[in-house]
């Protein structure tokens, strides 16, 4: 029988508990990055949002108007280096000095034959959802490095980093190397005190899903009864689980990848279902 999650407004850690702490999200203004930005504003943080779209960063903005902590918004393309040191930099100064919390959430993702893939899609792709991440805790985690100040950073990635992922190899082959990145810079950054983890969502339909990706999924009418738990998730869990990382109750907790998706990727027989090749899967002619 699935079990419900608490409603939205409820949370594990108490209120108040990211009071005075300053939380960057990438990509913060749409889907699963603005329920984690509103998690961690529910529990009193000062939240900045960064991405590239005007219309995005006001979204962000209105969902965390009505929280008590400074909601800031920054226009920042993450694969540019000097665009996030000045996006950094206008989040310290709206916040009154340096966020402790950096959640790499932005991705960038559609389906595609690999085939099919311009090499210019490829790098897109990988540019954004892997290259950014590395920019972006590299930069944050400078600051913090210069300063000699404890922080935490969470790599949002996808279980297809450790099963390959057809009909999205550039996305699978670079969520592989954030949960790679994030093992490497737990070691490197651990001794002066920044943890670095990884969050890893499932199955959790929201309204700003990209349209090829949505269209996917709404091909399945029975999504809860395709999870092992009978349901799919909340978008307000995984911020739950973002809050938690970022806590000091998973202070001890670095170098690790939380998967929250029900146990759903670890579904495999040996009598998988009919094996439908991607062209088709994808409406796609013969070669
Ligand atoms: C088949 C099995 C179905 C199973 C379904 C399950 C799916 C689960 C997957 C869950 C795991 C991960 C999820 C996510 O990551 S969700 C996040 C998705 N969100 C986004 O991607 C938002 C941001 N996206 C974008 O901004 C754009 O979509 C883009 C990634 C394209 C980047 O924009 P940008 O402006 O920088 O890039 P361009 O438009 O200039 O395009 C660059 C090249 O990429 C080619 N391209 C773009 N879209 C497509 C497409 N749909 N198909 C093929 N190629 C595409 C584009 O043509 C450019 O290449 P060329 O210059 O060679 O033309
Ligand atoms: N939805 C799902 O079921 C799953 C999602 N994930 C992961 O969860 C995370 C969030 O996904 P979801 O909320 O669904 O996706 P969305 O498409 O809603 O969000 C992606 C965000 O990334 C931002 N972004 C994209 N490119 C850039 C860039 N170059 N610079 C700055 N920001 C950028 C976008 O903002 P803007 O366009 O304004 O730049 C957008 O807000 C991603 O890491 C994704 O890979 C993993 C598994 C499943």
Redesign the pocket.
């Known amino acids: 029988m699935p079990v419900p999650p608490p409603p939205l407004g409820r949370s594990a850690l108490h209120p108040g508990a990211f009071t005075g702490t300053g939380v960057v999200v990438t990509g913060g203004g749409t889907g699963l990055g603005r329920a984690i930005a509103v998690e961690f504003a529910r529990l009193g943080a000062d939240v900045a949002v960064l991405s590239?779209k005007d219309e995005h960063l006001r979204a962000g903005l209105a969902a965390l108007a009505e929280f008590p902590g400074t909601a800031t918004a920054h226009p920042c393309d993450i694969r540019d280096p000097d665009r996030i040191a000045a996006a950094l930099d206008a989040v310290e100064e709206a916040f009154g000095g340096r966020p402790r919390v950096l959640v790499n959430n932005a991705?960038?993702?559609?389906?595609?034959a690999a085939e099919?893939?311009?090499?210019?899609?490829w790098r897109?792709?990988v540019d954004?959802?892997l290259n950014g991440t590395f920019l972006c805790a590299r930069e944050f985690a400078r600051r913090h490095l210069a300063a000699d100040t404890p922080a935490t950073i969470i790599n949002v990635g996808?279980s297809?980093a450790w099963t390959g992922?057809?009909?999205?190899a550039h996305?699978a082959a670079a969520?592989a190397g954030v949960k790679n990145l994030t093992e490497s810079l737990a070691v490197e950054w651990g001794p002066y005190g920044i943890t670095v983890n990884g969050l890893v969502p499932g199955m959790f339909p929201h309204r700003d899903?990209?349209a090829?990706?949505r269209g996917?999924?709404d091909r399945a009418h029975d999504k809860d009864d395709r999870q092992p738990v009978g349901r799919v998730g909340s978008p307000h869990e995984l911020g739950w689980a973002a809050t938690f990382l970022a806590s000091p109750y998973a202070g001890f907790i670095s170098g690790h990848t939380l998967v929250v998706d029900g146990a759903n990727w670890q579904r495999r027989t040996l009598t998988n279902p009919p094996v439908v090749p991607?062209r088709e899967?994808?409406g796609l002619g013969p070669h």
């Not at 992922?165 to 999205?168: A, E, H, L, M, R």
Request: hydrophobic fraction near 45%; proline fraction near 9%.
């Open positions: 590239r991705a960038a993702n559609f389906p595609a099919e893939m311009s090499p210019n899609a897109t792709v954004i959802t996808a297809y992922g057809p009909g999205f996305s969520k899903m990209t090829d990706i996917n999924l991607v899967q994808l």
